[in-house]
Every structure is written in C-alpha cells, then in structure tokens.
C-alpha cells in the first residue's frame, strides 16, 4: 500500500544536539510537507518542497533545516538553535502541483522530547 | 493571509445524535478544502475532501458542505458513535500550502 513512513515514532533530544526525522513515501508525489503541532496551536508549517532540490521555509523554519535529495524523502533535521522543539511532528505529501483532486497525506508522525 | 477557524473548539454528545461541526476560512481562493480525523498521540487521516468546485462531500455517515463564497464548511456526522470520538480538523488549500484550522475535540457519550 503507498502512504508515508516517519521514523522514528519517538525521539529523545539532549541539549545542543541536532536531531534529523526521517519521512518517506512511495506515493510518487511531487511535493512534501513538515508541520509541528503543540498543544492550543495547531499545525504550522515549518520547510516544504515543490520538486527534488528545492524548498522553501515554511511559517516557523528557524533552528530546522531540510534537504530533498530524492523525490521520495524529505528528511527535517532539528538543530540546536531551535529553543523550544517539544512537539509532535508530521510530515505530509501531495500529487501535482496544479491538481487539486487530490489532497493532501500524512504520516503518522514523530514525538520529538528535549531531556 | 488565510485564516481558518474552527468551531466550537471542544464538543460532547450522547451517543446516536447527529452533530455539525463549523469551519470558516478568510480568503475564497481556495482549491479544496479537506476534513481530517486525528485520535490522540497519532497522525491525520483524511476523511473527505471537496473541491473548490463543489458544493459538498459524502462517506458513509459523513457529510460535509462547502459554500466558497460565505467562507464556510460543515462536517455533518450522523448517528454518532464512541469511535468518532477524536479531534476533527479543517484545512484548506492553495496553489501551494494547506492552512489548518485548531480542531474541535469531540466525544461522545456511551
């Protein structure tokens, strides 16, 4: 069955340490999406790509960085300079960029806890 | 900038009542606007989706309307059970970005 795969489902982060959340999928879908999600927040939009090799910051893309070396991975690499990263992120994919029969598909998310 | 709310933030029924669920948005290009299901602690499953186009969406004892021109949506759930317990989240798309809503809780009532 074609969805998208994050990995892992929990993560632990120690202070100063960069950390990378993986997601993959195998929808053939051009684009791809980080979200964070807190509590009383919603889901906001941290980095997302068009199209391999390009990408653009989202709403709140300060201390993340990513890269989209394959269309099937968009891996979100969470540094050291993000202060507050407790929260659940979700990685989700779309079709087409002018296509608007389909939606959009997430993943079952990462719990990322700074201990 | 789009805006989407939603409301009322947190909702309880008793079990077999039918119940709506309201989202608004700021900016009428839109095009489509998708209703997601999430349970706690777990990723966003898709429930319908419809498309600037249309006026509404059916699955099952789901039903959602869209009017583009007022900025509004409806999830209409029939004969709610304990398993629709969860948050219900609305979005809405652009060329580029999908825009959620906060979500409304809802349980119901056994």
């Known amino acids: 069955d074609g969805g998208i795969t994050q990995s892992p489902k929990y993560l632990f982060r120690k202070e100063g340490q960069n950390v990378t959340l993986s997601c993959e999928q195998n929808l053939n879908h051009d684009a791809m999406y980080w979200y964070r999600q807190d509590p009383g927040q919603g889901l906001r939009l941290i980095y997302y790509?068009?199209?391999?090799?390009?990408?653009q910051k989202g709403d709140i893309a300060e201390g993340y960085s990513v890269s989209r070396e394959k269309k099937e991975s968009f891996p979100l690499t969470v540094t050291s300079a993000q202060k507050n990263p407790t929260a659940f992120y979700l990685c989700?994919?779309?079709?087409?960029?002018?296509?608007?029969?389909?939606?959009?598909?997430f993943g079952s998310g990462t719990r990322l806890t700074v201990v | 900038k789009q805006e989407v709310t939603q409301i009322p933030a947190a909702l309880s029924v008793p079990e077999g009542e039918n119940l709506v669920l309201n989202c608004s948005f700021t900016?009428?290009?839109?095009?489509?606007l998708q209703w997601f299901r999430q349970d706690p602690g777990k990723g966003l499953t898709s429930l319908l989706l419809?498309?600037?186009?249309?006026r509404e969406q059916t699955s099952g004892r789901l039903n959602a309307s869209l009017d583009k021109s007022s900025g509004r949506s409806t999830l209409y759930i029939a004969a709610s059970q304990p398993g629709d317990s969860a948050t219900y989240l609305c979005?809405?798309?652009?060329?580029?970005?999908?825009?959620f809503g906060k979500g409304t809780r809802l349980h119901i009532l056994p």
């Open positions: 989700a994919s779309k079709g087409a960029r002018a296509d608007s029969t389909y939606g959009y598909t």
């Open positions: 790509s068009q199209i391999v090799n390009d990408f």
């Open positions: 900016d009428s290009a839109i095009y489509n």
């Open positions: 979005a809405v798309s652009d060329e580029d970005k999908i825009i």
């Open positions: 419809i498309q600037s186009s249309q």
